[in-house]
């Protein structure tokens, strides 16, 4: 999908503007109309794209045509700061535990990226920190879930605590942090189910698995292409579980990260990370100001 870019239609709207005075408020009628049709096409929630053009109107008007400055450069900057304001202005690291281990529970559903992104926050942690982490494979319910841990593992050189898919995931948890407390591992990790939807048997186990970890974090992954979608998850999962922050993969695909602005806007939670592609690498820390360039275009 071709997206035209925000700061293009910004530059339309303001063509129509005299080179000095203030912007008055009709100009900025138009503007707002540009960035209203710009969030929607980049799928931004309808909610979330009236508050941020209320708040962007507000401080449009009045604005001060400079002869110095190209008015629609004045205007993408008030478009740029409220986009990072709205997106959580600071770059949110993981949420660390006094004393070892730091516990992490990766909850999504299937397909969103939870398993690899377990690698490869593991693996990031251990490249820049040196850290020694531990998984652990709880997904019960697909053996292939485990494997797939497994190989990640392998290929990472990090061990995963796995029993298999007999046993009680609160059960293997509580072995797995065991291990982790005789070897003195430094963060853990807790791979849990993912199913294709939200069901209450999947959230009430969710919610034994919280209850019994008590996890430092709980890291909800929400796959960004899928759009809309991504925010009912990501209101679900914060519903039920209290979730402490997003992951937020596959934005290496033509998306412009319409998702990630309705996400941070609805449940209020932190994106910490995301997944820019399949390889275990691709991983970046979330800053609210680079995305907000992105979805200006
Ligand atoms: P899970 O069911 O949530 O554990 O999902 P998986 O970790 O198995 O990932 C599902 C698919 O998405 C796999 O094919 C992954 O390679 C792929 N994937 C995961 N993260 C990303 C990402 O950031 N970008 C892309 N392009 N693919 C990803």
Redesign the pocket.
Known sequence: MAFESLTDRLQVAMSKLKKKGTVKEEDVKDMMREIRLALLEADVNLQVVRGFVKSVGERAVGVEILESLNPTQQIVKVVDEELTKVLGSEAVGLNKSPKIPTIVMMV???????????G?ISNFLKQNEKARPLLIAA?VYRPA?VD?LKVIGQQLDIPVFEMGTDVDPVEIVRQGLEQAKENKNDYVFI?TA?RLHIDETLMDELKRIKDFAQPNDILL?V?AMTGQDAVTVAQSFDEQLDVTGVVL?????DTRGGAALSIRAITGKPIKF?????KLT?IEVFHPDRMSSRILG
Request: aromatic content about 4%; hydrophobic content about 20%.
């Open positions: 999504g559903l299937q397909g969103a990226g939870k398993t690899t992104f377990t490869k997904d879930a797939q791979d993912g992954t796959d993969t596959k934005l290496d695909g995301i997944g820019t592609g399949e691709d």
